[in-house]
């Protein structure tokens, strides 16, 4: 039977734009529904627009309904190119999926939105009772150096990597080694500053909160020299970055100093409140040719909001 036409390439990398310069939840819901609903998924369509890897950035949304949203669709594909792979070894003449005015798409081993990981190597069964992952579940072998500190450091990445990971050992043993390598080489051994540094990424990819930091790596979007040069609030997560911008516009209306005055008019209305009895003050927080950024303060309730 033959479908409506899905999604191509061009529209979903429109709308994947749409996605990056999105400024509101609302904005992110109706872009990631639309996603969910008019594409129609191969493994094919996923490698070449990285449909899944833009995706799953917001896996860890502090928006629970866009994390929730994103977690379905990735489900949704993931069964409907595993359903594809069923029906392709069991009638290998018949496409699972058919496009109007376009040919079948062709059939691929498995849901993999990574672009970089071999789609042909098996899923590892992770351990029973929801346990992580780690070198000793897996059968990983990690003394491959005759240094018992780089062994450890290739060891403690590896742990952190797989943890909730789904992607194949041999994937997460590179990526282990990758890392371990490009900090020794750029330490210039196993120095201290080699040790600082293996610690400070470690704690960066197993913490809990951050998955998507370990996915990007094992997926390969962030290689091993990026993760090297980034800084922590590069590597931190989407909510701990959300925490960080709130605290700096707090920061922003907290730094008035002596000379910003501030001015009580009825011309702005709070948005919590209703009242109109605001005070404000303006200041210049970009480039010199850029308009003042307004400070506004609720004197009813409090409530406060900036503008340019």
Avoid at 113 to 127: M, N
Avoid at 135 to 157: F, H, L, P
């Amino acid at each position: 039977m033959v479908q409506t036409r899905g999604l191509d390439v061009k529209e979903i990398k429109s709308l994947m734009s749409g996605l990056e310069k999105a400024n509101t939840p609302q904005i992110t819901i109706d872009i990631l529904e639309q996603l969910k609903k008019d594409v129609v998924p191969t493994e094919k369509l996923l490698r070449e627009t990285k449909l899944g890897i833009a995706v799953n950035k917001l896996r860890s949304h502090s928006e629970k309904k866009i994390s929730e949203l994103v977690k379905s669709m990735i489900k949704k594909w993931k069964d409907e190119v595993t359903a594809q792979k069923a029906s392709s070894h069991g009638q290998s003449s018949t496409p699972s999926v058919i496009t109007a005015n376009k040919p079948p798409p062709v059939a691929a081993p498995s849901f993999a939105p990574p672009p970089d990981v071999a789609a042909s190597k098996p899923k590892v069964q992770r351990p029973p009772n929801g346990a992580p992952r780690d070198v000793k579940t897996d059968g990983v072998k990690t003394d491959i150096y005759d240094d018992r500190v780089r062994n450890s450091c290739v060891t403690v990445t590896y742990n952190a990597l797989a943890s909730d990971s789904d992607a194949h050992s041999d994937t997460i043993f590179e990526c282990s080694k990758d890392i371990e390598r490009v900090v020794f080489q750029n330490e210039k051994g196993a120095t201290p500053a080699y040790r600082t540094k293996m610690r400070s990424l470690y704690l960066n990819l197993k913490d809990a909160k951050n998955p998507n930091l370990r996915y990007r790596v094992v997926s390969g979007e962030i290689s091993a020299e990026r993760l090297y040069r980034m800084s922590a609030q590069e590597m931190a997560s989407e909510d701990l970055k959300n925490e960080i911008k709130r605290l700096e516009e707090k920061n922003l209306f907290n730094a008035q100093g002596a000379k910003e005055q501030r001015a009580v008019t009825d011309r702005f209305t709070c948005g919590k409140c209703k009242q109109k009895k605001v005070s404000y003050y303006q200041m210049q927080t970009r480039s010199a040719d850029e308009p003042l950024t307004t400070f506004c303060t609720c004197e009813n309730c409090g409530n406060r909001w900036k503008f340019s």
